[in-house]
Antibody, heavy 121, light 109 residues
Framework: EVQLVESGGALAQPGGSLRLSCAAS????????MSWVRQAPGKGLEWVAN????????YYVDSLEGRFTVSRDNAKNSLYLQMNGLRAEDTAVYYCVRDPDCTRGVCFDYWGQGTLVTVSS | QTVVTQEPSLTVSPGGTVTLTCASS?????????ANWFQKKPGQAPRALIYNTDNKHSWTPARFSGSLLGGKAALTLSGVQPEDEAEYYCLLFYGGAWVFGGGTKLTVL
């Protein structure tokens, strides 16, 4: 059974940093691209970042302005999101998502339950 | 900035049929945008329904179908059930960027 379990969400100060983690199990993690998707309170889903299977290619939504970094450790079956320069608008539930192959149309088939990040003073 | 547009809300009667659409600010949606559809209920993680325009996942109920319709991606629910009340999001792929629509709140009444 595919499982994605996020952790690391917390209350953070504006300008602060957080690191989200996602523990994956039930599939060959190193064979899949992975993404982070977020949902702000009362808002829709927003794709945040993607990292390819080997970790060498990464993609980000333009609005992040270089503040977030996605990474992975295939030996530990883990995905990470380093969030720096946090802003109030980064407040959201962050989902870890498996991406089988969006370049062939199969995007985001399994989702974690999400971890809440709140940015407030 | 690319914008993906969905109907904000729709209402359907139980047993009825409803079509949700997904438009791109860049022009007509084609198969090359690999439209995906997701269902989101409050307090739950999103669930994937449709991939690559018109393909169902193994867990997707038969009453859900995807298509291209009039230059848009479309999700049709036939024989709507009360449990289909949810928000539905489309996702379009722009080659290195993934953009969700704003979501359609579907009410079953």
């Amino acid at each position: 059974e595919v499982q994605l379990v996020e952790s690391g969400g917390a209350l953070a100060q504006p300008g602060g940093s957080l690191r989200l983690s996602c523990a994956a199990s039930g599939f060959t993690f190193s064979s899949y691209s992975m993404s982070w998707v977020r949902q702000a309170p009362g808002k829709g889903l927003e794709w945040v970042a993607n990292i390819m299977e080997d970790g060498n290619r990464k993609y980000y939504v333009d609005s992040l302005e270089g503040r977030f970094t996605v990474s992975r450790d295939n030996a530990k079956n883990s995905l990470y999101l380093q969030m720096n320069g946090l802003r109030a608008e980064d407040t959201a539930v962050y989902y870890c998502v498996r991406d089988p192959d969006c370049t062939r149309g199969v995007c985001f088939d399994y989702w974690g339950q999400g971890t809440l990040v709140t940015v407030s003073s | 900035q690319t914008v993906v547009t969905q109907e904000p809300s729709l209402t359907v009667s139980p047993g009825g049929t409803v079509t949700l659409t997904c438009a791109s600010s860049t022009g007509a949606v084609t198969s090359g945008y690999y439209a995906n559809w997701f269902q989101k209920k409050p307090g739950q993680a999103p669930r994937a329904l449709i991939y690559n325009t018109d393909n169902k996942h193994s867990w997707t109920p038969a009453r859900f179908s995807g298509s291209l319709l009039g230059g848009k991606a479309a999700l049709t629910l036939s024989g709507v059930q009360p449990e289909d009340e949810a928000e539905y999001y489309c996702l379009l792929f722009y080659g290195g960027a993934w953009v969700f629509g704003g979501g359609t709140k579907l009410t079953v009444l």
